[in-house]
């Protein structure tokens, strides 16, 4: 889109909301034209309107937090938010910067359910399908969405369950299970080294939705000879997937606020 059809006033007053939202009753007029670089009474006016609009409430401390119309946008916004079609609306630029196979998944109990395939034009086909089941513990889609569980919680999810070894590669008990999730919690993506497949390779991310809730997982399939050469893209790659499908879920990564 040309710069010439820019609206300098819309992209302010976004700004402002997006400062609010992240430090909602935390900053006063003066504070937010600081932060902004924008001189007082352009910050005057647009937060008047903003006020006189509800998209914003002042407080008793001359604070301001979101106001009650921009909750019901959200809430009209998320009665409409279709999982699907955002995943293969971003999930094709994915499948097209690493030419791979890229699929959603959602947990299912000890079971993930693959609903959504992005497949690269190859006569090369991964083992998972769309519309199957496969179990968590040996996938990196349902491994990654297993990191919404405490140990506690794990054992009673998997009580009276066995983890059903698919290759010398699947991990055999709870332990080494809650040993991977400790490691994926902290890096943002899972890694499955040939624990469904011989020669398969998978990395997942988690998606969550506004109220930080992992709602599923993404996951890019490699086979072994393209792990070695893409195994870095692919990381960075299906991180950045999972984070616009959680922004389209409306998730705020705190660790990316503003500071101030």
């Known amino acids: ?3 010439k059809y820019w609206m300098r006033s819309i992209e302010r007053a976004n700004l402002v909301l997006n400062l609010i939202a992240k430090h909602p009753g935390k900053y006063r007029l003066i504070d937010i034209s600081k932060a902004l670089d924008i001189n007082k009474s352009s910050m005057f006016s647009l937060l008047n309107t903003l006020e006189i609009l509800g998209w914003v409430i002042k407080e008793k401390g001359d604070t301001y937090i979101l106001g009650p119309a921009l909750g019901a946008y959200g809430s009209a916004y998320f009665q409409n938010f279709n999982l699907l079609q955002s995943f293969n609306m971003e999930a094709l630029k994915t499948r097209e910067n690493l030419k791979e196979n890229i699929l959603l998944g959602v947990l299912n109990e000890t079971n993930v359910l693959f609903l959504a395939k992005q497949e690269n034009d190859s006569t090369v086909r991964v083992a ?3 519309g199957m089941q496969y179990p968590a513990h040996a996938t990196a889609t349902g491994k990654i969405q297993l990191i919404q569980y405490n140990y506690n919680e794990l054992q009673v999810l998997y009580k009276e369950k066995d983890l059903v070894r698919k290759t010398p590669n699947t991990i055999k008990t709870i332990d ?10 902290k890096l943002g993506y899972i890694i499955s080294d040939q624990e469904w497949a011989k020669g398969c390779y998978s990395i997942a991310a988690p998606v969550y939705n506004h109220k930080n809730e992992i709602i599923c997982g993404v996951n890019c399939t490699l086979l072994e000879d393209s792990w070695y050469e893409k195994k870095d893209e692919a990381i960075s790659e299906i991180i950045h997937l999972a984070k616009r499908l959680s922004n389209h879920a409306g998730y ?8 101030i």
Do not use: C
Not at 252 to 259: M, P, Q, R, S, V
């Open 1 to 3: 889109m040309s710069e």
């Open 128 to 130: 998972i399908e769309v």
């Open 176 to 185: 080494e299970l809650w040993e991977q999730l400790e490691i994926a919690r």
């Open 252 to 259: 705020i990564d705190k660790t990316e606020l503003l500071t």
